[in-house]
C-alpha cells in the first residue's frame, strides 16, 4: 500500500528549474498522483512553508534516503529532524548508562550540509525510482535496487536483540567502546544542537570594551616603581626612529649659517640643504676677484670656469639628455647670445662657444666696435672655430621665438651703452621675442637691467639682487677658501658635490 512509504526520507529531483527537494513522506495520493513531504528543504535549504506537494509529471528522479523500520519513525525521524534540522540523515542506536537508547546523527546526503562521517560508519547507496509512474507501494518494490549495506539505523551489537531488528539491517563490528560508556570523539566535537548557535554576530567592540587598557597599564606602571624593574615595550618607553638618511651614530649639531660676510648682508639666501648664504656688496665682490687674480686666478679662468658652469646650467634649462640625444637631431635648439664689449660680455661668449661644442645652434649678437678687449677678442678667435653664428645687427636676429636668450649685455661700470640706440634695439627685440632669458653676472641696480630674467647667475657669491632678476643660482669659479678669508670672509663651501646650485631668497 501507499501508505507503507510514510515517514520515509526522500530526495525528490525536480529538474534544473525547480531543483532538488527532501523532506519525509506524510502522503501519498495515487488518485491525484501526488506526494507531499513535510518539513521540506530545497537545495540544502530549509523551505518556510511545512509541507509541500508534488506531482508525478514534476518529478525527475525520486531517491529513498531512509526506510524507517517497524515502530522507528517517530523515535528517530522526528527526533532527528529536531537536532539536526535537515532532512536525508540517517541515525545510529546506542546505549546509554542507564540503558537507554541514544541517538547518533549520521549525514547521508550532499546537497544538505553534513558533518564528517564515522570511521565505522558503512557505505551509503540510494533507491532511485523512476518518476514517470505512480508512486505506490507495488511499483516501489518492483524498482526498488538490492541494497548491499544499511540504510536504517545502524546498532550496536550489544543493544537490541536481532529480532527486531530492521531485515535489511547490517549489524557492524565492535567500535571499541566499553560499554558506550567512553562517548564518540565525532560527537563530543560535532554533536552539539545547531539549534543552541546565536544568530547574533559577536560583539568585539562591546566585548574589547570591558578591557580597560589605562587601568592595566597603570598598574603595570605601579608595579615597577615600587620593585624598581622596568619591562620592555611599556606604552613610555619610544624606541628611537630614523630616517633613511639618517646616521645613527651621534654627531655634532649641523651648523647651517657658514658663511659670513665683515658687514651685515643686505639680503641672504639659503640653499636646499638650509645653508645661509649672505649677499657681498658689488665693491667686495670685486675687491675679492682682484684678490683671486693676483694670486693666479686669471681673467681667462675666471672666464672659463663661468663659461663651463653657464653653459652647463644652459643645456639643463634646455631639456638636457631628453632634448640633447642623437635621436632628436631634428630639435636642434637655438640659443640666441646677446653680448656687450666688456668683460660680462667675455663670459657670454665662452658660455656660446661651450654651449656650440655640445650641438647647440648659438646666434652671437655683439656690435661693432673699433677697438675690443683683449679678453673678447681672445674669446671671440675662439667662438670663431665652432659652428656658431655671429651677427652685428638686430636685423639678423631671428623673427620666431628661440629656445633661450642669454642676457650679457649689462655691466656695473659701463652705464652710457644704456643709451646706444643698438642697446634699446636689442632690448626691444628680446623682450618681443617671448623666450625665456637667463642673465650672467647680472648688476645690482634693477633699473640698469632692461631685460627680465627668469633665471640669473651669480658667481662666486651672491650680489643682493632684486625681482626682476628672477630666481638666482650660484656658480663656483674655482676661488680658494685663503682667498675669502684674505678679504674678511669666513667661507665654507656650500656647493656640495655640484658647482651651479639654486638659492632660494629667505
Not at 475 to 488: A, R, S
Amino acid at each position: 500500500m501507499a501508505t507503507d512509504w510514510l515517514g520515509s526520507i526522500v530526495s525528490i529531483n525536480c529538474g534544473e528549474s525547480l531543483g532538488v527537494y527532501q523532506g519525509r513522506v506524510s502522503a501519498v495520493d495515487q488518485v491525484s498522483q501526488t506526494i507531499s513531504l513535510t518539513r521540506p528543504f530545497h537545495n540544502g535549504v530549509k523551505c518556510l512553508v511545512p509541507e509541500v506537494t508534488f506531482r508525478a509529471g514534476d518529478i525527475t528522479e525520486l531517491k529513498i534516503l531512509e526506510i524507517p523500520g517497524p515502530g522507528d519513525n517517530r523515535q528517530c525521524g522526528d527526533l532527528q529532524q529536531t537536532e539536526m534540522g535537515i532532512p536525508g540523515v540517517g541515525c545510529q542506536v546506542g546505549p546509554s548508562q542507564n540503558g537507554t537508547g541514544k541517538v547518533l546523527k549520521k549525514p547521508i546526503s550532499s546537497s544538505a550540509p553534513q558533518n564528517i562521517p564515522r570511521r565505522m560508519d558503512m557505505k551509503n547507496q540510494d533507491i532511485i525510482i523512476s518518476p514517470q509512474q505512480p508512486c505506490s507501494k507495488s511499483y516501489m518494490d518492483r524498482h526498488v535496487e538490492t541494497l548491499t549495506q544499511s540504510k536504517g539505523f545502524r546498532r550496536r551489537h550489544n543493544s537490541w536483540s536481532s529480532s527486531s531488528r530492521h531485515p535489511n539491517q547490517v549489524t557492524p563490528k565492535k567500535s571499541g567502546l566499553k560499554n558506550g560508556q567512553m562517548k564518540s570523539k565525532d560527537d563530543e566535537c560535532f554533536g552539539d544542537d545547531i539549534d543552541e548557535i546565536p544568530d547574533t554576530d559577536f560583539d568585539f567592540e562591546g566585548n574589547l570594551a570591558l578591557f580597560d587598557k589605562a587601568a592595566v597599564f597603570e598598574e603595570i606602571e605601579t608595579y615597577e616603581r615600587r620593585s624598581g624593574t622596568r619591562s620592555r615595550g611599556t606604552p613610555n618607553e619610544k624606541p628611537a626612529r630614523y630616517r633613511h638618511d639618517e646616521n645613527i651614530l651621534e654627531s655634532e649639531p649641523i651648523v647651517y649659517r657658514r658663511i659670513v660676510v665683515p658687514q651685515n648682508a643686505n639680503k641672504e639666501f639659503c640653499t636646499d640643504s638650509g645653508l645661509v648664504v649672505p649677499s657681498v656688496s658689488y665693491e667686495l665682490h670685486k675687491k675679492l676677484l682682484s684678490v683671486a687674480e693676483k694670486h693666479g686666478l686669471t681673467l681667462e679662468r675666471r672666464l672659463e670656469m663661468t663659461g663651463v658652469c653657464a653653459s652647463q646650467m644652459a643645456l639643463s634649462l634646455l631639456g638636457g639628455p631628453n632634448r640633447l640625444n642623437p635621436k632628436n637631431v631634428h630639435q636642434r635648439p637655438t640659443v640666441a647670445l646677446l653680448c656687450g664689449p666688456h668683460v660680462k660680455g667675455a663670459q657670454g661668449i665662452s658660455c656660446g662657444r661651450h654651449l656650440s661644442n655640445h650641438d647647440v645652434h648659438v646666434i652671437l649678437f655683439l656690435p661693432n666696435f673699433v677697438k675690443m678687449l683683449e679678453s673678447i677678442t681672445n674669446e671671440l678667435n675662439l667662438f670663431s672655430k665652432t659652428q656658431g653664428q655671429q651677427v652685428s645687427s638686430v636685423k639678423d636676429l631671428p623673427d620666431t621665438p628661440v629656445d633661450l636668450v642669454i642676457n650679457c649685455l649689462d655691466c656695473h661700470e659701463n652705464a652710457f651703452l644704456r643709451d646706444q640706440p643698438w642697446y634699446k634695439a636689442v632690448v626691444d627685440w628680446a623682450n618681443q621675442n617671448r623666450a625665456p632669458v637667463l642673465s650672467i653676472d647680472p648688476p645690482i641696480n634693477e633699473m640698469e637691467q632692461g631685460i627680465d630674467a627668469k633665471w640669473s647667475l651669480a658667481l662666486g657669491l651672491p650680489l643682493p639682487l632684486g625681482e626682476r632678476a628672477g630666481r638666482v643660482y650660484l656658480c663656483d669659479i674655482g676661488i680658494p677658501q685663503k682667498v675669502f678669508q684674505e678679504v674678511g670672509i669666513n667661507y665654507h663651501s656650500p656647493f656640495g658635490c655640484k658647482f651651479v646650485i639654486p638659492l632660494h631668497s629667505t
